[in-house]
């Protein structure tokens, strides 16, 4: 069994954030506070807000009035939330952007293998975006979970019976797709992508065999 994680593994999803981050930021000039310092306050309310209200558009874009106030020292103005509001376009729309390789990749994959999609976030805007990418034939399952945690994974093997030595989860993040996964047992595939989100990055073990290391999606028909 082959587990594909979504975002950032078979479609761009992260450089959409970091393009309103960009955007965001310069809004922020402030003498005081460079954008560094600025994009480490906004990283750390949002990682406080994954922890309680989740991942997806949403909650991004409360992070970001919650970061306004902390650098401006007072609650957003009707114009700024405004502003803000403006971005949720940017998460709009039926469409994604698939990863190179992607397509053909799993089309090939789903003749060999059975394969499932494990994706986490917001129900409804996971579901556009599977809905979105015509990928859904290909997997045998599709699951949206809140959390990617050693939990999760296993749930998965007992939903499924699967065989945790037999069974792969690839994808790009070290957090939720490489080392909960592998604290499951199972084995992994680590596909970086540059866009990553910060709070994905995690260190991987270097000795660990069974962790595949992968530059291109593509490759991943010479080894299943």
């Known amino acids: 069994m082959l587990i594909f994680d979504a975002d950032d593994t078979l479609w761009e999803n992260n450089v959409i954030f970091e393009r309103v981050i960009d955007e965001f930021l310069d809004w922020m000039a402030h003498p005081g506070l460079d954008r560094d310092g600025v994009r480490a306050?906004?990283?750390?309310?949002?990682a406080a807000n994954a922890v309680t209200h989740g991942y997806g558009s949403k909650v991004f874009l409360r992070s970001l009035a919650e970061?306004?106030?902390?650098?401006?020292?007072?609650?957003a103005t009707a114009e700024e939330t405004a502003r803000?509001?403006?971005?949720?376009?940017?998460?709009?729309g039926d469409h994604v952007e698939l990863i190179p390789g992607v397509a053909e990749t799993l089309a090939e994959l789903a003749r060999r293998h059975e394969l499932l999609l494990l994706t986490k976030?917001?129900?409804?805007?996971?579901?556009?975006?599977?809905?979105?990418?015509g990928l859904t034939p290909h997997f045998k399952?599709?699951?949206?979970?809140?959390?990617?945690?050693v939990a999760t994974y296993e749930e998965l093997v007992r939903a499924h019976a699967l065989v945790p030595g037999s069974t792969w989860m690839i994808g790009n993040s070290p957090k939720s797709?490489?080392?909960?996964?592998?604290?499951?047992?199972?084995?992994?595939?680590?596909?970086?992508?540059?866009?990553?989100?910060?709070?994905e990055h995690s260190e991987l073990d270097p000795a660990d065999e069974k962790v595949l290391?992968?530059?291109?999606?593509?490759?991943?028909?010479?080894?299943f």
């Not at 306050?41 to 949002?46: F, Q, V």
């Not at 970061?67 to 609650?75: D, K, M, N, Q, S």
């Not at 803000?84 to 709009?92: L, P, Q, R, V």
């Open 121 to 133: 976030g917001d129900q409804e805007e996971q579901e556009r975006k599977v809905a979105a990418s």
């Open 84 to 92: 803000i509001s403006g971005w949720a376009a940017a998460f709009d």
């Open 41 to 46: 306050g906004l990283d750390g309310i949002e």
């Open 141 to 149: 399952g599709v699951h949206i979970v809140a959390e990617k945690d």
């Open 177 to 199: 797709d490489i080392l909960p996964a592998r604290s499951a047992g199972l084995n992994a595939v680590f596909l970086p992508n540059g866009n990553t989100w910060v709070l």
């Open 67 to 75: 970061c306004l106030a902390w650098v401006r020292g007072r609650a």
């Open 213 to 223: 290391r992968l530059a291109a999606f593509g490759e991943l028909l010479h080894h």
